[in-house]
């Protein structure tokens, strides 16, 4: 009876070595979760102070003009870019610094004319970046952002999906830190953009800031001179004041003629502005309203 007893515990104790016996596909199972939960990058990680001026010098790398950009360290898959080098998505850590130096110089010929046609300005958390890279997946889309915190988030989100997707979506997304404002022109050439999105611009609701305001006249002018003849401007805001700014601004430039609603009939980046972006989706939790226009190039 001891005995058996004794069998029995010992049956027991061997049971319970079995269930702790690792299991090669649970582990694996569970190291790829792992894996997978360490390379998503969390937003609350990514937070930081809200404004910066825009006005301000550039304390951080930009290109002498668009010769001295590496459009292939963007998107290595459009230049048949290896896997390993996919996966090495250009962010502005310390251990990928924004340089653009002699490496990249005027004669560098590795284009090969792929370059991005859809600019989120101003991107944030790059939730629209996301969704036109997948709606599009034969575009090139760039968020531009001035704030280094994000770009690292939206840069490393982009590399965890590029791993992490198997049909290699998102290899036509990736994001830069720069001042718009003062250095979009150095990126791109003339009349190479198709799409400009301003969603939920940073209002700068002081007259005395008015001139910080992403969209002006001078700006404006940029922005005809970069994008192709029927390229679009999308603008979506909660801010009524700063609505009418940017469609007042925008219907006073001669390089601009503003888009009826037929016209946007089956345009589905209308769509996709609202809700895409975490503003827009903070906006709609507390039922606040959405002002948007859209503007063709003439
Ligand atoms: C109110 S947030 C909206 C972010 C995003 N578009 C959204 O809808 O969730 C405005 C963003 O524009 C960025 N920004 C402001 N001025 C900029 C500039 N000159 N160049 C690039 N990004 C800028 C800010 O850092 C901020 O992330």
């Given at each position: 009876m001891e005995q058996e007893s004794i069998n029995k515990d010992n049956n027991n104790h061997i049971e319970e070595e079995d269930n702790q016996k690792p299991d090669h596909s649970e582990l694996e199972q569970s190291s790829t979760i792992q894996k997978k939960q360490r390379l998503m990058p969390k937003r609350g990680e990514y937070r930081m102070r809200a404004h910066i001026n825009p006005l301000n010098d550039t304390p951080f790398p930009y290109p002498l003009n668009?010769?001295?950009v590496n459009w292939?360290?963007?998107y290595p898959k459009f230049f048949d870019g290896t896997d390993e080098e996919n996966?090495?998505?250009f962010c502005n850590t310390n251990e990928h610094p924004q340089t653009y130096d002699e490496e990249v110089n005027p004669l560098y010929n590795g284009l090969n004319g792929a370059q991005p046609v859809f600019l989120d300005i101003g991107c944030g958390f790059g939730g629209l970046v996301?969704?036109?890279a997948k709606n599009f997946p034969e575009k090139l889309v760039l968020g531009l952002e001035i704030r280094d915190k994000l770009v690292n988030f939206v840069s490393e989100k982009i590399r965890a999906l590029r791993i992490e997707s198997p049909d290699h979506k998102y290899n036509?997304?990736?994001?830069?830190?720069t001042n718009a404002m003062r250095h979009i022109i150095q990126y791109f050439r003339k009349g190479t953009i198709e799409?400009?999105?301003?969603c939920f611009a940073d209002p700068h609701f002081k007259k005395s800031n008015h001139r910080r305001r992403i969209i002006n006249t001078g700006f404006l002018s940029e922005y005809a001179?970069?994008?192709k003849p029927k390229g679009r401007i999308y603008c979506i805001t909660d801010v009524e004041d700063l609505h009418n700014w940017q469609e007042e601004h925008l219907a006073k430039h001669r390089m601009f003629r503003k888009l009826s609603e037929e016209e946007l009939e089956g345009d589905i980046c209308v769509q996709l502005i609202q809700d895409s972006t975490e503003e827009g989706q903070k906006v709609t939790r507390n039922?606040?309203?959405?002002w948007t226009c859209v503007f063709e190039r003439i």
């Open positions: 668009p010769d001295y292939k360290i963007h996966q090495k998505v996301f969704n036109l036509n997304a990736a994001c830069i830190r799409k400009m999105f301003f001179f970069l994008l039922g606040g309203k959405k």
